[in-house]
């Protein structure tokens, strides 16, 4: 998997007197799901809509199975499939109908059925689009996405909106599609998404890429363990759990103490001896190891959602 299959290089989109995208380079290997990770409005979008060509970049080149995206872009997507953050269908479209009408568009698809069933919607095939539940929605378009057989298919936020059961089944289906052998590239703000489909991830902010890598590199690359959450009441001053063994720094969120350990096992056994010695309370307690989370708040001194 070392062949890459999207080269993007120095791209760059200006909105007016906004740089919504900045010099942003980046490759993806074929066959591989590629992430880019980043809050609303970091560029995300703007970024795959211009190598999907319904925008035009004011910089930088664009490559997608070696042709380019300027200059062929009907040659581009012929070869690509593409689920955007939103869409409509007319209302009186059926599920059916809507994958035919899309095939139609290339000089080559998939059997329709067939794919219908592949995605579960095989009994939805007469139903109404705009009947069909959230996620089989979002099924729909990715059936659509998928009805030219793509090399690349470009997935924009593509779980947005779904409740935790459908986010997973969608995640399964990517998953899925990218074992048929399709390089799939993805945008997402959700931190578990990423971690869980990716095989590499570019996160994003302010219209640059700021890191790019596996999860495990990038996780790897803190100088954390990981962090302690709990609920203590304000009978403990802020220097004295700055001073538990292995804390580099704490924050105060609402009603808890999040404590950012370089030794996770020392700031726990430090702070129930404290908490002991004081005969205070242990409200609440949670240990977690470092996440992407913690990989964007080291790199942008912001949390994704903030």
């Not at 900045?22 to 074929?30: G, H, I, Q």
């Not at 200059?71 to 059926?94: C, K, N, Y």
């Not at 109404?128 to 057989?149: E, F, I, K, P």
């Not at 989370?293 to 994704?304: I, Y």
Request: aromatic letters at 4%.
């Amino acid at each position: 998997m070392t062949d890459s299959i999207v080269q993007v290089k120095g791209l760059a989109k200006l909105y007016g007197d906004v740089l919504a995208v900045e010099n942003v380079s980046f490759a993806v290997r074929a066959g591989e799901i590629f992430g880019i990770l980043g809050p609303n409005g970091a560029g995300k979008t703007t970024t795959l809509e211009i190598i999907e060509g319904l925008r035009q970049a004011d910089a930088g080149t664009v490559t997608v199975d070696g042709l380019d995206v300027r200059r062929q872009r009907r040659a581009v997507q012929q070869r690509i499939g593409v689920q955007l953050q939103a869409s409509t269908l007319p209302d009186l479209l059926r599920a059916g109908e809507a994958l035919d009408l899309f095939a139609s568009l290339y000089p080559g698809s998939l059997p329709r059925d067939g794919l219908l069933e592949r995605l579960g919607l095989g009994e939805r095939r007469r139903t109404y689009a705009t009947d069909l539940s959230g996620g089989q929605q979002q099924r729909l378009s990715l059936a659509l996405a998928l009805v030219n057989d793509p090399k690349v298919l470009f997935l924009d936020e593509p779980t947005t909106g779904l409740d935790p059961q459908a986010r997973r089944s969608v995640w399964e289906l990517i998953s899925e599609i990218r074992r048929d052998g399709k390089t799939v590239v993805l945008t997402t703000h959700y931190m578990e998404e990423a971690e869980t489909l990716c095989d590499r991830i570019a996160i994003m902010d302010r219209g640059k890429i700021v890191a790019l890598d596996t999860p495990r590199e990038l996780i790897g690359q803190l100088t954390e363990e990981g962090s302690i959450e709990c609920s203590l009441g304000d009978e403990l001053p802020t220097d004295v759990l700055n001073d538990l063994s292995g804390v580099v720094r704490q924050e105060r969120l609402e009603q808890t103490v999040l404590l950012r350990s370089v030794d996770l096992n020392g700031t726990l056994v430090a702070l129930l001896q404290l908490l002991t010695e004081r005969g205070l309370p242990l409200n609440t307690l949670q240990v977690r190891t470092p996440t992407l989370e913690d990989v964007f708040l080291s790199l942008t001194g912001h949390r994704l959602r903030d």
